[in-house]
């Protein structure tokens, strides 16, 4: 019986680390297949997923993978990026490329949103903040709670400061999560016991940012829906 192992993290540690997670079984016309996968069986849709596939006693230089949703593309001898397109699972079938009709197996995977990001200022999702500490940032941004090649963007929100109950100001931007100059105007005025709430935030997911030397970063936005992100708010000190 050949074994298919399946390891959605981009960098295996060990093949043997696989020995240690789920195990399900699936069966083709041709062969039985156990499966091992670290994710639980199922991958992000509209992101770049890494998974490194190996069958026992076959060279990766001849495994050929079609999926039916989306792209897949071997970018080591046994690694490979998939991108689905869209919800509703993703079918992988593995061939042998020196036969193409000789099928090795099939295997089906769930697909599921990225997890919801988290908009964060000066390193915190909320509480006090040192007036000092708030005017040397440029900004809120947003983390994701998983570890993939991909950042989450702000692409707009709403700057609240408050004075006691009282608004004292209010703006939007959409400068990728950067202050305006009218925010960062306002922000040099605070005082001690001011709170600012940061709320309407959205957010996209894009590609890992890179640059090369002398060029500006380059950005490239995922086709993928605007995240809501829950507000956050700070008193100042």
């Known amino acids: 019986m050949r074994i298919l192992k399946i390891n959605r993290d981009a960098y295996i540690k060990t093949l043997s680390a696989l020995l240690l997670l789920l195990l399900v079984s699936v069966s083709t016309q041709a062969q039985s297949f156990a499966i091992?996968?670290?994710?639980?069986?199922?991958?992000?849709?509209?992101?770049?997923?890494?998974?490194?596939?190996?069958?026992?006693?076959?060279?990766?230089?001849?495994?050929?993978v079609f999926t039916d949703n989306g792209t897949i593309v071997q970018k080591k001898k046994c690694a490979w990026e998939l991108l689905p397109?869209?919800?509703?699972g993703v079918n992988l079938t593995l061939c042998d490329s020196r036969y193409p009709m000789d099928t090795l197996g099939t295997m089906y995977m769930s697909t599921k949103?990225?997890?919801?990001?988290?908009?964060?200022?000066?390193?915190?999702?909320?509480g006090h903040i040192p007036r000092s500490m708030l005017r040397g940032q440029g900004g809120i941004y947003a983390s994701l709670t998983f570890d993939y090649d991909i950042r989450l963007i702000i692409t707009a929100?709403?700057?609240?400061?408050?004075?006691?109950?009282?608004?004292?100001?209010?703006?939007?931007?959409?400068?990728y999560g950067a202050f305006s100059e009218e925010m960062k105007k306002e922000i040099l005025q605070v005082k001690g016991g001011?709170?600012?709430l940061f709320s309407q935030i959205k957010a996209r997911p894009v590609i890992e940012p890179y640059a090369k030397e002398g060029e500006p970063i380059k950005i490239s936005f995922l086709d993928y829906p605007e995240q809501d992100l829950e507000p956050i708010s700070f008193i100042v000190d």
């Open 157 to 175: 929100y709403t700057c609240t400061i408050f004075r006691g109950d009282i608004p004292v100001f209010s703006g939007k931007t959409t400068g």
């Open 85 to 88: 397109a869209r919800h509703g």
């Open 36 to 64: 091992a996968n670290e994710k639980l069986n199922f991958v992000y849709w509209g992101i770049p997923n890494k998974l490194y596939i190996a069958v026992e006693n076959f060279d990766c230089r001849y495994l050929k």
């Open 113 to 126: 949103d990225i997890p919801k990001g988290e908009a964060m200022l000066a390193g915190k999702h909320s």
């Open 194 to 196: 001011d709170s600012l």
